[in-house]
């Protein structure tokens, strides 16, 4: 490989590493922020919320401002931004500080992530070096959540919680000005934004995720909860009717004429969500009921992400020999099965049986499941909306968190004042299980069925996988 492509990769992965990492870093420093900034148990939520909704709500507009204005241009732009907010978000000394800080951060991810892909699959020629490239994208999408919690946990255990967050700014620095010396620039398209598209359906998402947060602390009938998740409604319809008359949306409607491709968006917003409670409970048992440190946290979550990583060299094995709709149905099965185990944990519960062996068995059914997913949710599609369907399964990934987050947060909050923490946390796992049946139903209903003929999805493999699903793993 040249010099310069060497250079390119290792520009585009270590950017793409520090993105994947700021979803995972501060997982295990919860409890620490918390207690630093006076946040509420559902005001937490949002240290990740605010981070995921900005991120995956303009995605596709990032994506699209790649495309028109040079995915350099963006890259840069991009990850300046981010890194700014990082030491914003370092300093911070209230909580509406914090979360405008990690507001920014997602946009600033919004940005530069789409041109990361981008900027690799047209930078390196078809074959060979392609593939390799792909594959370490891939392994740092998959392993970044390892690194993040317990990089984080080692930040918040021997300095503070802000470092997780200052960490950023010498490598954002670094990378600037490295891409502006090693990467090449595309050239400007014309082209339209769909402004209103991206601000309506982000605004929209917002506004529901705020209602049912706020809804644990004031009641499903309190005005402020009512009037949150009537506007937000209200922005998402507007989304709606705006993409059915935009000159260039940025979400093609007919992407959702297919039942398959329907199905693995709304099966991902369900899994996801389940899975993002997952890393957000279980942080805090391991810490306030089991007396963990930050570092012993992150890796006590090493037995899922290690599973989860080990299994992105297993799965094309699988889909030639299962196809891709059955493992992906035998992997949400799986999932579910770890996390009603999971769910039954409790102030005394063994860490190796209880919760150790569980996450073994949970990152085995997700890693089993991402892969088909990712398929089920670009099959099919026209090549001038390949783009478009690779995009909405990464905001479908995002949004589908903050929104699944949302919900069991207020579940938690609930549970909480009348059970204490380690039963409120049992209780959120297990609507968390209860979120992976229904992504069960939805895939054997709309996804699974008999095997296509060859050509088809059921015949994918390693390059054809997106790395950027297991962007929040």
Do not use: C, K
């Not at 309506?200 to 009641?219: E, P, Q, R």
């Not at 992407?255 to 491709?261: G, K, N, P």
């Not at 996450?359 to 001038?384: I, K, N, Q, R, W």
């Not at 004042?417 to 380690?422: K, S």
């Amino acid at each position: 490989m040249p010099a310069s492509r060497r250079a390119l990769l290792a520009i585009i992965l270590a950017a793409y590493l520090m993105i994947v990492l700021d979803v995972s870093i501060v997982v295990t420093a919860l409890p620490h922020i918390r207690r630093t900034l006076g946040l509420s148990p559902t005001g937490l939520s949002w240290v990740q919320n605010a981070y995921t909704l900005t991120f995956g709500g303009l995605l596709l507009l990032g994506a699209r401002a790649g495309d028109l204005l040079g995915r350099r241009r963006m890259f840069v732009a991009g990850i300046a931004l981010f890194t700014i907010a990082s030491l914003a978000a370092g300093l911070a000394q209230t909580a509406a500080w914090l979360l405008v800080a990690r507001s920014v951060q997602g946009v600033g991810a919004a940005i530069a992530a789409p041109s990361t892909l981008a900027l690799l699959t047209t930078s390196f020629p078809e074959g060979p070096e392609r593939t390799r490239a792909v594959a370490y994208y891939g392994a740092v999408a998959g392993g970044g959540g390892s690194v993040g919690l317990v990089l984080g946990g080692m930040l918040t255990g021997w300095l503070s919680w802000r470092y997780g967050l200052f960490i950023n700014v010498p490598v954002g620095i670094a990378l600037v000005a490295a891409a502006l010396r090693f990467l090449p620039e595309t050239e400007r398209r014309s082209g339209h934004f769909d402004l209103a598209g991206a601000a309506t359906s982000t605004l929209g998402m917002f506004a529901v995720v705020y209602g049912i947060v706020h809804a644990a602390t004031a009641g499903w009938s309190d005005v402020v909860t009512l009037t949150s998740l009537a506007t937000g409604l209200a922005l998402l319809a507007l989304f709606v009717v705006n993409e059915r008359r935009a000159e260039q949306p940025i979400t093609p409607l007919r992407l959702f004429a297919s039942r398959e491709r329907a199905g693995a968006y709304l099966a991902r917003l369900l899994f996801v969500g389940a899975m993002f409670g997952q890393f957000f409970f279980l942080t805090q048992y391991l810490q306030g009921v089991r007396g963990y440190g930050p570092l012993e946290a992150g890796l006590a979550f090493l037995p899922l992400t290690l599973v989860m990583f080990s299994m992105v060299f297993v799965v094309p094995r699988l889909v030639a020999r299962l196809g891709s709709a059955r493992l992906l149905a035998g992997g949400v099965l799986v999932a579910l099965a770890g996390m009603a185990w999971l769910s039954q944990i409790a102030a005394h519960t063994p860490y190796l049986t209880g919760i150790a062996l569980p996450m073994v068995v949970l990152g085995v059914g997700a890693g089993a499941a991402f892969t088909p997913l990712t398929a089920s949710g670009v099959a099919g599609v026209a090549a001038e909306d390949a783009g478009a369907a690779s995009g909405l399964v990464n905001v479908a990934h995002q949004l589908g968190g903050s929104l699944g987050l949302g919900v069991l947060v207020t579940v938690f909050a609930s549970a909480l004042p009348a059970h204490g923490l380690a039963d409120a946390v049992s209780t959120s796992l297990t609507v968390g299980a209860a979120m992976l049946a229904l992504a069960l139903v939805v895939v054997l209903a709309l996804i699974v069925r008999r095997p296509a003929p060859s050509g088809s999805v059921e015949h994918i493999g390693v390059a054809d996988w997106d790395p950027q699903e297991q962007i929040a793993a």
